[in-house]
């Protein structure tokens, strides 16, 4: 039996995959965005043109939004962690179910959201 190795990417695929599920589960009803799905912001410290993390979370963004015709996406990259709630709530008052923040930066300002 091959065993294939799990790589940073698929871990980030299936982490990323697995929370919109679970939000699938949640959304309809009362101030909800949409009636049919679930729609989801990712904000980015950095470029997603730039090699690294946020390029990773920028690919797996990709690949949910085309395997889920029920998931909408949006992003906001080069967002400085001082900035991050800001952006947040506008994605908030928008609508959006829920906001992904990339980088240890961003854990502050959202525990305060």
Do not use: N
């Not at 990259?77 to 906001?99: L, T």
């Amino acid at each position: 039996m091959t065993r294939k190795q799990l790589t940073r990417r698929d871990a980030l695929k299936a982490a990323t995959t697995t929370g919109l599920i679970g939000l699938a589960g949640c959304s309809g009803g009362e101030g909800s965005s949409s009636s049919d799905g679930v729609s989801a912001a990712f904000i980015y410290q950095a470029e997603v043109s730039d090699v690294g993390w946020d390029r990773a979370h920028e690919d797996a963004r990709q690949a949910v939004t085309e395997k889920y015709d029920w998931l909408e996406t949006e992003f906001s990259e080069a967002v400085a962690p001082g900035d991050f709630k800001r952006v947040s709530e506008q994605y908030i008052s928008s609508g959006i179910d829920a906001i992904f923040g990339t980088t240890f930066g961003y854990m502050d300002p959202m525990h305060e959201l």
